[in-house]
Structures are given as C-alpha cells and as structure tokens.
C-alpha cells in the first residue's frame, strides 16, 4: 500500500515519512530486549572536554549495529566503527586479515593486549564521560545486546571476525570486566559464555561507508541534520545519537525525545535539527 503519491506536496511527504517512522519505532520499543542502565545522567549542552572522556573498545557482531546500540547511550559522546584485535597493518572490510569488527567507546589510552588473536575483529570505540556513565552500565548493555553464548559468530553471521570480545584499558577495566562476565555466566549454566576479554593495542576506523550506518539508510534524519560532510558525521555526537534512533534501537526516554524535536521541525518548518 503507498502511503503517499509522486504528486503529493512535500509537507505532505514529510509528514507520511514521519508518522511511519514513529509508528515502526514504537512497535520496536516492545520487541527489544536490550537491558538500558539506570540512573544515567543527560549529556549537558556542550561537549564533554576531550580531557575528561574515556574510551572503551567492544565486539558484539556487526559493527553497523553494535554502534547504534551504544550511540544512543546518555555519556556516551561519540562512536567509532573499527576493527582490532589482529595483527594485520592496515585491515579493512573485505580483508580483515586476523582483527575483529569492533565499537570503540573512548577511554584516552590503548595499551598492549594479551593472547594474540587468529583473526582480527569488527569492533567499534565508544568515547564516554565517566561522569554521566560508568564503564560497569557500559558492560549491562554490552552483555544484553548480543548471545554472549554463541561460538564463531553472532546470529546469522558467521566467522572469527564477528565473535564476541572486551578490549580493556588497564587493570581495572579487566578485572571488571572479568567479574561481569562471571556474573552473566550465572545467569544459566546450560552453556558457557565465549566472550574473551583482552587488552587493547590498537583500533583501526573502518571504512567511511560503514560509519553511522544505519543513519545513512535514513535520508530524511540526514537532511534533518544538514547533509553534514563525512568527517564531520563520523564524530558528531548528534549523529551518534540519530544513527541509534535510525535503527530503532534508542532507549524509550530519547526515542520519546527526538520524536518531539522532529515534529516541532515539521511543525515549525525548522530545516535543521542541531541537538536531541
């Protein structure tokens, strides 16, 4: 069934391309499984300073969605697509050679991992304050965003490059890290959590067309957000923010939010959304 016409007026248009996109994210919100933290702080008006953030590096699957899970995130300030845990130069997505597909949530320092991995893996970094939310809500949403139990993949993709890991920063952050994952382990002892928890050495960015991915699916929130250049959408917390909602995968509160400010644009004729 069309929704509206070729010769349907532009507002018009609009308004039938977000109405279907708020009805399709309040349908989702009953499906998703993913386990938000409590009791986190909102993101102040301007950026966080650059000293104060943290990085934090995970591999969960696909990198496209595994960003968008976490972009959504109050604290978290940007997301990186990337790969890591490998030994190869200069990995990319058709040659991953023995790194891991990975998100990266940053926490400033990256230092040498243990065990050598066989493949590297899709992995994306996640710049966050400390302040607004801890590295121990960063892992609640870690653990109930993917079937931690799968071997040699995650759902229907498959292969060393999509397993499931927590690239750490430190002492600490493993130690947590290791304590986390002891816990999920108690949460069924019918099969065995793969996860492995490893230091990080070194994070390669994907290639730009995997970067915000699920936001570039969504033509209308580009237009919403300017058209922003490549590098710019790469580290744009708003675009974080936006490629979460595209993928309908916003924790209710900020999903309620940016449909607010989404229709005070239709409604106001506002051609640019600037914050959520």
């Not at 007026?9 to 996109?21: K, Q, R, T």
């Not at 009805?23 to 409590?38: K, M, T």
């Not at 986390?180 to 390669?204: A, C, D, M, N, Y």
């Not at 067309?209 to 929130?221: I, N, P, S």
């Amino acid at each position: 069934m069309k929704l509206f016409s070729r010769n349907a007026s532009p507002s018009h248009s609009i308004i039938a391309s977000f109405l279907v996109l708020t009805i399709s994210l309040a349908l989702a919100n009953i499906a998703v499984g993913i386990r938000f933290p409590d009791r986190i702080s909102e993101i102040p008006a301007g950026i966080s300073n650059s000293q104060q953030l943290r990085t934090v590096a995970f591999a969960l699957g696909s990198f496209w969605r595994s960003e968008a899970v976490f972009g959504c995130l109050d604290g978290v300030v940007r997301t990186t697509a990337g790969y890591a845990g490998g030994s190869k130069p200069n990995p990319d997505y058709r040659s991953l050679g023995d790194h891991a597909e990975s998100v990266q949530d940053s926490e400033l320092s990256l230092m040498e991992k243990e065990p050598r991995l066989l493949d590297p893996n899709m992995v994306f970094m996640i710049e966050y304050d400390p302040r607004l939310i801890t590295f121990r809500q960063l892992l609640e949403v870690f653990w109930s965003s993917h079937d931690s139990r799968q071997v040699f993949g995650q759902g229907p993709d498959v292969g060393n490059q999509y397993r499931s890991i927590i690239f750490t920063n430190g002492t600490e952050e493993s130690r947590l890290a290791a304590v986390s994952k002891e816990r999920e382990q108690t949460r069924s002892k019918s099969s065995i959590v793969t996860t492995q928890i490893l230091q990080l050495r070194t994070f390669h960015p994907a290639e730009p067309e995997h970067q915000k991915f699920e936001l570039k699916r969504d033509h209308f929130l580009l237009q919403l957000i300017g058209n922003l250049p490549e590098e710019e959408l790469e580290k744009s917390s708003l675009a974080a923010k936006l490629n979460g909602y595209a993928a309908e995968l916003c924790p209710p509160r900020l999903q309620k939010r940016i449909d607010g400010k989404i229709n005070d644009i239709i409604r106001k004729g506002w051609p640019i959304l600037q914050e959520v």
